[in-house]
């Protein structure tokens, strides 16, 4: 997500005192073994996109890097 403050404090805002938000980030690993010409340096958060093709079908995940 572009914006990630806005939807935790979103979050926040409609969750009861007692509630629980629950996120999951990939392990850097799982980013670092696939080749991206031209990425950011690791340590820096960035966005990127990747194309998936199956059977005829593409399809393109956006997604930030936030190691």
């Not at 979103?10 to 999951?24: F, I, V, Y």
């Not at 670092?32 to 593409?58: K, L, N, S, W």
């Amino acid at each position: 997500m572009d914006d990630l403050e806005g939807p935790v404090r979103e979050s926040a805002r409609l969750l009861r005192q007692d509630g629980r938000l629950c996120l999951a980030v990939p392990h850097p690993f799982a980013e670092m073994a696939r080749a991206r010409p031209g990425a950011a340096d690791y340590y820096r958060h960035h966005r990127y996109a990747d194309v998936i093709e199956r059977d005829g079908i593409a399809m393109t995940f956006e997604s930030w890097s936030r190691p």
